[in-house]
């Protein structure tokens, strides 16, 4: 299970840091990523990181404002966002894939487990 929290509202410019932690699944095992779903639109992949090296990707959109980091000890992946645009306005939701290989990062569908999401709100 997927737990997703950290979200709410915030102004632009500002940062949230929101937080997924795994329940009887170890977050080292599974390549963990955050996806994204704003009104009306597809659910598009924001960030992830590689189970073996801890490897990054990122959309084009967040490079540079957004981190995704994993601590294993507490079991738990987070997506830091800084500088914070009314675009970034969304449902964020984690999810865990146990075969994602570098073609399949940005599918939703690749991945096995998903969490309830977190509603990230940017005012102008």
């Known amino acids: 299970q997927l737990q997703a929290s950290g979200g709410g509202l915030v102004q632009a410019g500002g940062s949230l840091r929101l937080s997924c932690a795994a329940s009887g699944r170890t977050v080292s095992r599974y390549f963990m990523a955050w996806f994204r779903q704003a009104p009306g639109k597809e659910r598009e992949f924001v960030a992830a990181?590689?189970?073996?090296?801890?490897?990054?990707y990122y959309t084009d959109s967040v490079k540079g404002r957004f981190t995704i980091s994993r601590d294993n000890a507490k079991n738990t992946v987070y997506l830091q966002m800084n500088s914070l645009k009314p675009e970034d306005t969304a449902v964020y939701y984690c999810?865990?894939?146990?075969?994602?290989?570098?073609?399949?990062?940005?599918?939703?569908?690749?991945?096995?487990?998903w969490g309830q999401g977190t509603l990230v709100t940017v005012s102008s």
């Open positions: 990181i590689r189970k073996t090296d801890g490897s990054t």
């Open positions: 999810a865990a894939g146990r075969s994602i290989i570098i073609t399949t990062i940005r599918n939703p569908r690749a991945y096995d487990y």
